[in-house]
């Protein structure tokens, strides 16, 4: 197998400090956490950013600051969030792209994020889509097309055949959101499955269910991903901070015996271009 890439998710949109006190929120505290987990395994941060009230922004200011600490402090390939939930129109929704990071999320359809009370309902039209999907490739940005259901791979796949995804084309698999695809392992194989025979893949289990998906991606030859983003517990009761997290992925991997890639094997993994 190739080596595991462990991604790192440290923030997200949602979790506040009322929710785990190690959450990130200002760029200095996710430039921190970006070096702890560089330290722990990780090879990839996808960053969301917050402004002074912890609530999600897309503003340029605030990404460009903090994906500049992370890159002063690490050697992490950089993936900026494009999420609507962040951003009110296309054009901010692309606002993190400025800050030129290596990859970029791109969701290829809508969810309804059931647990959320109130519910929220994540809009990708498909014009967003191909909006975003264009300023990646304008911008020699590596998309990460984000699968919440077996539909969004195919949508996936149309971005190929329109050119606006080059291949090898790289998913994350996201598993067990509430609307989205349960994570089962069944659930998983199936994803797997449906994927382009060149494709690279990423697993990401929410919650609880972040271990066992971890667990089965080690196994089947995809990566992982972790963090606070996703999951804020280590164990039932026990609050996680970000390294811990990937520390666990890395000490699984090594018990699976499969090696874990550091930035630069990741970025040759993922054809993309060596850190200048």
Do not use: W
């Not at 598993?175 to 994803?191: K, Q, S, W, Y």
């Not at 990401?204 to 990566?223: D, E, F, K, N």
């Amino acid at each position: 197998m190739e080596k595991l890439i462990i991604t790192v998710a440290p923030t997200g949109s949602v979790p506040r400090k009322k929710d785990n006190p190690h959450v990130p929120m200002t760029p200095d505290e996710i430039s921190e956490t970006a070096y702890l987990c560089e330290q722990a395994g990780a090879a990839i941060i996808h960053v969301h950013c917050r402004d002074a009230d912890e609530k999600p922004t897309s503003r340029f200011e605030i990404f460009k600051e903090t994906v500049d600490k992370i890159r002063k402090r690490t050697k992490l390939v950089v993936m900026t969030s494009t999420s609507g939930i962040a951003g009110a129109t296309d054009a901010d929704r692309a606002a993190p792209l400025k800050t030129k990071p290596e990859m970029g999320s791109l969701t290829t359809g809508t969810l309804n994020f059931a647990g959320r009370k109130p519910s929220v309902v994540y809009v990708n039209s498909v014009e967003t889509v191909q909006f975003l999907a264009k300023a990646m490739l304008d911008a020699s940005i590596k998309p990460e097309i984000e699968a919440f259901d077996v539909g969004f791979i195919q949508q996936g796949k149309k971005l190929v055949d329109l050119g606006l995804v080059r291949e090898p084309a790289h998913f994350q698999l996201v598993m067990g959101v509430d609307g989205g695809i349960p994570a089962t392992p069944e659930n998983l194989l199936h994803m797997v499955a449906q994927l382009p025979p060149t494709a690279t893949y990423v697993v990401a289990g929410m919650s609880r269910m972040q271990l066992p998906m971890t667990t089965m991606a080690i196994m089947t030859g995809g990566h992982v991903r972790v963090g606070l983003e996703d999951n804020l517990y280590l164990k039932k009761g026990v609050l996680a901070r970000n390294e811990e997290l990937v520390a666990r992925a890395r000490h699984l991997a090594e018990d699976l015996q499969r090696e874990v890639a550091t930035p630069e094997e990741a970025r040759r993994i993922m054809g993309l271009s060596p850190r200048a």
